[in-house]
């Protein structure tokens, strides 16, 4: 049975498309409201408030409606927890009390659930409707499925509709669907082809909820409107850049088994950003209520965007984002995600009009505060004679700002030195009265203010759109490959990027603060430098190389020559120390590549370096003869010791290879060594250990997850590497952490992303083995030159 209310007006303010959405938005009749996956979170947070609004709105519209909410859940089970949610649906504020009520009954008795779980059900569905269609003597004006389901099951629902429920007699099929719509490119044409086998693309609607947000919808009108005051400024003359942004605070606990298979780039910014830029940047459409219009005109913008290359982003983590990957998923300890919750990324236009102009689009979990905005920014040449603090004034902004934040309110803010902007729209006001608030630079009471009249759900908006047929709101197949099309080349070269790792909250500081150079962009603060004034007058010794702190150890850094400089100097100080005290210098010393250039350093300008009285030890050796060219004692030959003159009884190269074997433990390799150092080295401290560190912060061969820190006692180990070869002998922390002084060297841009995040993390040396390092009596310096330090 339905309840059957009569319209008096039947006009559905089809304002979108063309003639023959517009004829079936019009047809009249009853409509049967099915949302798939009923009892979900986003039906009971949004949708079925959504549906009653819709349902208030059309009352008087001569349509008449059923609605289901469908699960997989019995009836029974299911009924009464979907209608604990219907209870709780309002009326905006213009209803009356008793009007409310009564349309709240009449809603909760037009909905039922049904279970939905088989092609039988989704078949009986269709009978149960066309049945009571026959007993009530009514025309069927559609059936409108909203697919509230993970994105796995649409291509099985779609199917079933499709095969079962499909309305007859010219009555139209609208089915809603909810991003993820694939999570590239190539997976996302797979659905849209497999989607495409059972619905036509008319009968698809693509949310994104942006679409539905009030000051979102306006972005066209606005620009309409206010042709003639943004024709001369809209362009590249004028506009310094585009800010897309949308903050948030919140983690996203309860989220990961999605989120971290996707990821702020995919969530938010292939999509809300994207939609936001599109509708700032495409050319006017003759018709705005065209949807057709509309789509071309957005689909042109992503022909002329300039791909996006890797330094084209920044992308961050949240430090607690790891541990909750862990506690929901079954991932093992040492499982490290790479998930962004976090991304700035710049894109260009290649259009004569936005040609250079910057389009940031930012957004991020856990920052300081909660908002979404777009601003345009205008170049601004003024000079302010009684404000020589301002370099430009007052900044000249439109800002279109979605909502949450410290305005209350959604709105258009046109700074006052721009415009007055004009609104035909009678669903939106201009604010005059103003309270305290700074919007990005400037207070309120500089802006020109228009908020609409009556602030409305973006689902709600929505829905009202899918029942119209507007379907410039939602998301073509061709826009959303257009979208992926852009996104995906980026998404495939950050794959693998250490994300910098940020606090959360205000304690963020100016850690995620974008700097934009040319077309690339990067974090503008590196890692934590402190300046030679911050260290009280420790002061650096050349202009060129700077002194700093780095995991609260002392940090030395220049561009590498200079480093390599300093970094001999300080050896061959340490040196000449030892020497004069105890006439004998124990010096151990790390392979690698990192060390070369250091080797040649010394080799060729420390002539007085004190070598007939040092001893060279190995900080650590891999499992090949020492002939090989992979060995690191062979490197440390090449680049050094045949160089210098040195005694032959002073180097002491590790036996990896005894009784024609390669570290056998039982060979005993490693005791021997141990021996050997206890024997030469007093109290086994060396005067001085050089360490590099590995891209996955080993250091000596002191792996990640191979429990490095339970060594022990013992100062020499055999080690297992994840890279061949794979068996090690080395020096433990214990050995380590016992000498006067250790270095640790750092160089080259690939080692950028390691440095930011070891600027972070906590010690942790079974994931982080370069923390272990911590001489107990020692002095630790890392040395970093500035690739490495600011990438
Ligand atoms: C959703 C994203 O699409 O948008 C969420 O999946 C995000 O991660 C949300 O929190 C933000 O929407 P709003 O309307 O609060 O800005």
């Not at 996006?308 to 998923?329: D, F, I, M, P, S």
């Not at 040449?381 to 934040?405: M, T």
């Not at 040396?765 to 890392?782: F, H, M, N, S, Y």
Request: net charge negative; glycine share 8%; hydrophobic share 40%.
């Amino acid at each position: 049975m339905f309840v059957t209310v009569l319209l008096l007006l039947v006009t559905l303010c089809a304002q979108g498309g063309n003639g023959l959405e517009r004829a079936e938005a019009q047809r009249s009749g009853h409509v049967s409201v099915v949302i798939v996956g009923g009892t979900g979170d986003l039906a009971k947070k949004y949708l079925w408030q959504g549906f009653f609004q819709l349902y208030v709105n059309q009352v008087r519209s001569g349509n008449s409606f059923s609605f289901y909410g469908g699960g997989l859940s019995p009836a029974d089970a299911a009924t009464p927890v979907l209608f604990e949610i219907l209870k709780a649906v309002s009326c905006s504020k213009d209803v009356a009390p008793e009007r409310c009520a009564l349309l709240k009954e009449q809603f909760l008795r037009l909905a039922r659930y049904r279970q939905l779980k088989t092609l039988e059900d989704y078949r009986d569905l269709a009978e149960h409707i066309e049945r009571e269609l026959q007993q009530e003597g009514m025309t069927e004006a559609g059936r409108l499925f909203y697919l509230s389901l993970p994105a796995f099951a649409y291509v099985d629902v779609a199917d079933k509709i499709n095969n079962s429920c499909r309305p007859t007699g010219g009555a139209w099929l609208r089915v809603v669907l909810e991003k993820p719509f694939g999570h590239d490119f190539r997976s996302a044409q797979e659905l849209a082809t497999q989607l495409g086998s059972s619905l036509k693309d008319e009968e698809m609607y693509r949310i994104d909820h942006y679409l539905g947000k009030q000051v979102v919808a306006k972005i066209l009108p606005f620009r309409v409107e206010n042709r003639k005051f943004l024709d001369p400024i809209w362009n590249k003359h004028h506009i310094e850049r585009v800010e897309i942004v949308m903050k948030e605070t919140l983690d996203v606990k309860g989220r990961i088994s999605f989120y971290d298979q996707y990821g702020v780039i995919r969530d938010v910014l292939q999509n809300h950003l994207t939609e936001v830029m599109t509708l700032l940047t495409m050319r006017l459409p003759m018709n705005l209520s065209s949807s057709e219009e509309v789509l071309q005109k957005k689909l042109q913008v992503f022909s002329s965007m300039l791909p996006l290359r890797k330094n084209q982003a920044v992308v961050g983590q949240y430090q607690a984002y790891q541990t909750t990957v862990q506690q929901e998923t079954n991932k093992t300890k040492g499982h490290v995600s790479l998930t962004p919750t976090f991304a700035a990324v710049l894109a260009h236009i290649d259009e004569a009009q936005y040609e250079g102009v910057p389009v940031l689009m930012i957004s991020g979990k856990m920052l300081d505060e909660r908002v979404g905005y777009a601003r345009i920014l205008f170049k601004n040449d003024i000079f302010c004679l009684q404000n020589p603090s301002g370099v430009h004034c007052k900044p000249k902004q439109i800002v279109f700002y979605f909502g949450h934040g410290s305005l209350q309110y959604p709105a258009i803010l046109v700074s006052k030195n721009l415009f007055r902007p004009v609104s035909m729209d009678g669903d939106w006001k201009e604010v005059t009265e103003h309270t305290e608030v700074n919007i990005l630079g400037l207070p309120i009471s500089d802006y020109y203010v228009q908020t609409p009249t009556e602030q409305k759900e973006a689902y709600s908006q929505l829905i009202s759109h899918i029942l119209a047929g507007r379907k410039n709101s939602f998301i073509s197949a061709e826009n959303l490959l257009a979208s992926w099309a852009l996104w995906t080349p980026l998404l495939d070269s950050l794959a693998g990027s250490h994300p910098r790792i940020y606090p959360g909250g205000a304690d963020n500081g100016d850690l995620l603060d974008i700097r934009v150079n040319g077309k690339d962009i990067g974090y503008n603060s590196e890692v934590v430098i402190i300046s030679p004034e911050q260290m009280g007058g420790a002061s650096a010794n050349s202009f060129q190389v700077m002194q700093g702190k780095f995991r609260s150890a002392d940090m030395v850094s220049a561009w590498a020559e200079e480093l390599m400089e300093r970094l001999a100097a300080d050896i061959q100080e340490a040196a000449e120390a030892a020497v004069r005290e105890g006439g004998v210098f124990h010096l151990a010393i790390s392979g690698g590549s990192t060390p070369l250039a250091l080797f040649h350093r010394l080799a060729l300008h420390h002539f007085s370096f004190p070598w007939s009285h040092t001893h060279v030890w190995m900080v650590d050796e891999r499992c090949v003869p020492l002939t090989d060219l992979e060995s690191n004692f062979h490197g440390l030959h090449d680049h050094l010791l045949q160089h210098v003159r040195i005694p032959y009884f002073n180097i002491h190269p590790m036996p990896v290879q005894l009784n024609q074997r390669l570290c056998v433990e039982e060979d005993g390799g490693a005791p021997l060594y141990e021996k050997e150092i206890s024997k030469s080295v007093n109290g086994s401290s060396f005067h001085f250990v050089l360490l590099g560190v590995g891209y996955d912060s080993h250091t000596a061969s002191l792996f990640p997850g191979s429990k490095v820190g339970e060594l022990g006692e013992s100062l020499v180990a055999l080690t297992e590497s994840p890279v061949k070869p794979h068996q090690r002998m080395s020096l433990t922390f214990s050995a380590i952490n016992r000498a006067r002084a250790v270095a640790l060297l750092v160089m080259g841009k690939g080692k950028h992303e390691l440095i930011t995040q070891l600027s972070r993390v906590k010690d942790d040396p079974d994931k982080w083995p370069v923390t272990g390092v911590k001489p107990a009596d020692g002095r630790l310096v890392w040395y970093i030159d500035y690739d490495a330090l600011l990438g």
